[in-house]
T-cell receptor, first 113, second 111 residues
Framework: EPEVTQTPSHQVTQMGQEVILRCVPI?????FYWYRQILGQKVEFLVS????????KSEIFDDQFSVERPDGSNFTLKIRSTKLEDSAMYFC???????????FGQGTRLTVV | GEDVEQSLFLSVREGDSSVINCTYT??????LYWYKQEPGAGLQLLTY?????DMKQDQRLTVLLNKKDKHLSLRIADTQTGDSAIYFC???????????FGSGTKLNVKP
């Protein structure tokens, strides 16, 4: 069964460093998303992406964050100058069309120390 | 913004039915979802319901939607130990651009 895959599963980084979280969406999907879940809090929307551009982004998704689809298969989230409060589980998701089914990856746990 | 609320914990015995509840505030919600998260795994889509429906059944899962009260429930019949997980309620608006999630209900199934 096709699935969304994310790498790495766990990343530890020093405060101030840049990290890139990688996702391989399901191959025929066109809509891509990033969400995050800070420990003990709700899963929060970060950004949606379609046709090589951002469709919508939340207030969390400021200039520190960027997304890219560098080739036909990967979808990346870059976090510049990481802060302690960026520590969270980051989920990538994709859908074939705009709704209703969105499929999530297993997440990347980012720990900023 | 939209708010989705769930109780945090539910404990049941194997073989019993589980009912996980969710309330939401956004009256323009188009679809409502249940996702399951097992330890160390991602969010697995279990089922979803369109807002003009009031019930959907899929094998052991029954989703009930009370749109007037903005209340969604997931009933798992004959709950098994393998059903132990965190269950997330989520909703989305007409453009499906983003999902709003609840905090998740941790279901513990005792043998």
């Amino acid at each position: 069964e096709p699935e969304v895959t994310q790498t790495p599963s766990h990343q530890v980084t020093q405060m101030g460093q840049e990290v890139i979280l990688r996702c391989v969406p399901i191959s025929n999907h066109l809509y891509f998303y990033w969400y995050r879940q800070i420990l003990g809090q709700k899963v929060e929307f970060l950004v949606s992406f379609y046709n090589n551009e951002i469709s919508e982004k939340s207030e969390i998704f400021d200039d520190q964050f960027s997304v890219e689809r560098p080739d036909g298969s990967n979808f990346t989230l870059k976090i510049r100058s990481t802060k302690l409060e960026d520590s969270a589980m980051y989920f990538c998701a994709s859908s074939e069309q705009t709704g209703p089914e969105a499929f999530f990856g297993q997440g990347t746990r980012l720990t900023v120390v | 913004g939209e708010d989705v609320e769930q109780s945090l914990f539910l404990s049941v015995r194997e073989g019993d039915s589980s009912v996980i509840n969710c309330t939401y505030t956004d009256s323009s919600s188009t679809y409502l979802y249940w996702y399951k998260q097992e330890p160390g795994a991602g969010l697995q889509l279990l089922t979803y319901i369109f807002s003009n429906m009031d019930m959907k059944q899929d094998q052991r899962l029954t989703v009930l939607l009370n749109k007037k009260d903005k209340h969604l429930s997931l009933r798992i019949a004959d709950t098994q130990t393998g059903d132990s997980a965190i269950y997330f309620c989520a909703e989305t608006e007409y453009n499906f651009n983003k999902f709003y999630f609840g905090s998740g209900t941790k279901l513990n199934v005792k043998p």
